[in-house]
């Protein structure tokens, strides 16, 4: 049974860690906006006119099915529908939506409709009502890859799209659109379930499921539309760019923030290659980094925020291996639970565009007097289309395993070993800078936290010398670790006030651990402690001392509380 103490603790480092500690050292993010086009990552002459085929199951979903219940549009999301301010363009012609004669597919193949068991809930119809309205809500996962080919069939790019979602079905108006005698027909109506049983007889009988599936649909469909609109066109308008320093009583920054300043000048007049300057200044001090002692001028804090402001001075220049060598040394020194995870993949994903859109148009943009033409709205076209009995837009096909398969070897055959998937990876961690991530900041210093559960690798290792690196640490828990010797250097770290070291391999403690004059709590259960120094009595500040699931006499207990009669001890 895992100790309590242990996972109060993990429970406690949990709370604490955003208590901020003015002593130590932190990053600081500034952002700003400049003017920047983007490329198409396919050849931008390829994009004239494009050709959608949808392959998925009929009995799964069709045509149909989308017109069952009214317009497309209607379902499709329309605020993320453009990048806000962002003016989408194609060159020399006007990109048409075909059924015939294309010069680019877009394939999509739908895989396998997920969804949990529908959450009931009714609310009230009205406050003085105690009447309700029930409705259904679904957690759906439905997968969608998309494939970019040439006329030819060969593919040019591709994405997946597997946003998991949540659908509603109840109280909602509806447009049923059906087909018959060569055309169409309108039927309006409102979905109000008044009792439980009658949605759920719907559900498993009537329009729900498929209203369920159809919302579904459009939302990952429009999800891709917005996505191909970023791969296909030409998009111009203003980019966001996060650069950072570093902030803290104890260092001057001042070198850093300049060269934040000058950057960000650099960045606003486009003059990329003129970066080498704050590029300098950032190589410098991640020279300095010190990966587990929050409390060094650049800590791995600062460090991570100094290698991003690295890999972005390289995207912009282009230098795309540098850029993703970076990032790699970047997501090495970031924890799974940190908020940086979603920039780093942000800029993962734009240093594949823009290395994809530099290969496939180099250096193409339009001339200073060179007509453009404005993006179609694929969304706005096919919503439209799907009212046209002639579309061909959906065709009775399995092919979702067979287009991943094949997306996943066109990857390895012609992306290879890429920047992005260096970018995607991370270095070999160090002991100091896996420590480092470990540590949090708590009332009065630092605590760090290691349990055999979770660090199997380092079970039955001897104590990491790198430990005694810490400044202020005033908690270290170690528990599980099967450790076989506490270091006299323990004596070391004066400001300690709670030290675990439950289910390891002790039959001795130092005797310098009696120079921890601010240990409040010692934590030593399940260990092969059979006796206890004589220098522990000059721990003048502790508590309480854990000793259950050792093999200790009751006399040792005896003589020991005689000499400590303020220390709570803990036998069994």
């Known amino acids: ?62 045509l149909s099915s989308l017109r069952l219940f009214g317009k497309a549009m209607d379902e499709m999301k329309t605020d993320a529908e453009r990048l806000s301010g962002m003016k989408f363009f194609s060159l020399e012609q006007e990109v048409e939506v075909v059924d015939e004669f294309p010069t680019v597919v877009v394939d999509i193949a739908m895989g396998e409709f997920v969804a949990n068991p529908p959450r009931i809930q009714g609310t009230p119809v009205s406050k ?46 509806f447009t049923k659109i059906e087909s018959g005698r060569g055309k169409l027909s309108y039927t309006k109506g409102k979905w109000d379930f008044r009792n439980e049983s009658d949605l759920r007889a719907e559900l498993a009988s009537g329009d729900g499921v498929p209203r369920v599936m ?5 939302n990952q469909f429009s999800e891709a539309i917005d996505e191909l609109e970023q791969r296909m066109f030409f998009i111009e308008g203003k980019r966001q760019v996060a650069l950072g320093t570093a902030k803290g009583r104890k260092f001057d920054y001042t070198a850093l ?22 590029m300098a200044v950032w190589t410098d001090w991640l020279g300095r980094a010190d990966y587990i002692n929050p409390k060094a001028e650049v800590n791995q804090e600062v460090a991570v925020e100094l290698m991003l402001n690295l890999a972005t001075a390289h995207l912009y220049r282009k230098e795309w291996a540098a850029c993703g060598a970076q990032l790699s040394a970047a ?5 799974p639970l940190s908020d940086l ?4 993949e942000a800029m993962t994903a734009l240093l594949e565009k823009r290395r994809k859109s530099d290969l496939a148009n180099g250096d193409k943009r339009p001339g200073e007097d060179e007509k453009t033409y404005k993006a179609v709205d694929f969304k706005n076209l096919i919503a439209r289309r799907t009212q046209n009995k002639d579309v061909q837009m959906f065709i009775n096909a399995d092919l979702f395993d067979a287009y991943v398969a094949e997306f996943a070897q066109w990857q390895a055959d012609v992306l290879g070993d890429a ?18 991530q470990r540590v949090s900041r708590v009332p009065g210093g630092f605590a760090l936290g290691l349990m055999g559960l979770v660090d199997a690798d380092l ?32 004596g070391d770290v004066g400001t300690l006030k709670v030290l675990d070291m439950t289910g390891n391999l002790l039959s001795a403690l130092p005797e310098r651990i009696g120079e921890l004059a601010l240990l409040e709590r010692l934590i030593l259960r399940n260990n092969q402690l059979t006796e206890m120094p004589a220098d522990l009595r000059n721990c003048v500040s502790l508590k309480v001392l854990d000793l259950r699931g050792n093999p200790i006499s009751a006399e040792t207990v005896s003589a020991l509380q005689a000499a400590m009669p303020e220390v709570k001890i803990k036998t069994d």
């Open 1 to 62: 049974m895992k100790p309590i103490f242990s996972f109060c603790f993990v429970l406690v480092l949990a709370s604490i860690h955003l208590i901020p500690t003015a002593s130590a050292q932190r990053a600081s993010t500034k952002d700003f906006k400049i003017e920047y086009l983007e490329k198409p990552t396919v050849p931008e002459n390829l994009v004239r006119n494009v050709a959608f085929q949808i392959q998925v199951p009929a009995s799964v979903f069709d």
């Open 128 to 173: 003085e009502s105690e009447e309700k309205i029930f409705t259904a809500t679904f957690d759906c996962r439905w997968p969608m890859q998309v494939m970019i080919r040439n006329a030819e069939g060969e593919l040019l790019d591709g994405f997946q799209i597997s946003t998991q979602r949540t659908i509603k079905f109840g109280n909602e108006e």
């Open 214 to 218: 159809w919302k579904m649909f459009l």
């Open 257 to 278: 923030d300049e060269a934040l300043d000058n950057a960000e000048d650099l960045f606003d007049a486009g003059d990329f290659e003129g970066l080498d300057a704050p």
């Open 331 to 335: 997501r090495t020194y970031v924890s």
């Open 341 to 344: 995870n979603g920039r780093l």
């Open 419 to 436: 920047p992005e998937a260096q970018a995607a990876q991370a270095g070999e961690l160090g002991m100091d800078a896996r420590l480092g």
């Open 459 to 490: 079970v039955g290792q001897p104590f990491p010398e790198e430990i005694f690196a810490i400044d202020d640490l005033v908690s270290l828990s170690l528990s599980g670790m099967q450790m076989g010797e506490l270091p006299e250097r323990i």
